[in-house]
């Protein structure tokens, strides 16, 4: 599902200032907080080689501990670090979210601008592309982790899929606005070539709607990798992953809390950040929002 309707036209004013952030703050709240809280996160993600202990440790007489100055957040039922294995879980779900966004840009960037503008190739993808959208996300990742068996990059590969859909129906929908356009039949009457007039007055109008909707496959690559995770069809069981922190300790959340609180709130607060960014760039580079102000 996306969020845009229309297409947008966003217009640079110049080169941003530090003087420039108060203004930036008070006009777009939600990219620095959603950008704020995302860059704490990729923080955590790097630095858990350096702040936490062995994520895949375990001390069978420190299971289900307490938490202590040991261990911040406790023991699984394994006796492992929650605290280690939350803040290395930050990574799968970083790696995946972030690799998903970015596999399903650029292949549905592809895909939306040649539909576009050649009709020929239209009719015939834009079909598949329904096809696809008609099948459940979280159905057709288990379908092709079945087949060809599970691991980080199968994982990636299976929510990405899914998710071109979205992305190549809304850049289609861009292109079709901004191809009618005076300036493109003005540049095709000069003589200029498809290619010229696709990377110079086609693809440009397609960034802005491109960013915002990748926030939103971000995010939902991050729930389908957990809920994956969780049913046991995500990432091998020995990683880390806050899916299956879950899945493995929700037997034991009246001993210790923790162990399912710290990767459920984590990836609340991964899913809340990529949402509100995405959010504040639908606000940034919607002109309409900008004539409200």
Known sequence: MTLLSAPFEYIPTGRLRVSDLPRLARRHPLVLVGGGLLTMLIVMAFAAPICAGD???MDPFKRLQPPSAEMWFGSDNLGR???ARTMFGARISLMVGLTSAVGAALGGLLIGVIAGYVRSFDNIVMRIMDGLMSIPTILLAIALISLTGSGIGILIVAITIPQLPSVARLVRSAVLSVRERPYVEAALC???RLPTILWRHIL???????MVQS???CAEAILTEAGLSFLGAGVPPEIPS???MISSSRLYLAVVPLT???????LAVTVLAVNLLGDGLRDMFDPRAKRRR
């Open 55 to 57: 994520p895949l440790s």
């Open 81 to 83: 670090d929650v605290f």
């Open 190 to 192: 000069g003589g200029a």
């Open 204 to 210: 440009p109008s397609t960034i802005p709607p491109l």
């Open 215 to 217: 926030a939103i496959v």
């Open 242 to 244: 806050w899916g299956n």
């Open 260 to 266: 399912i609180f710290a990767p459920g709130i984590c």
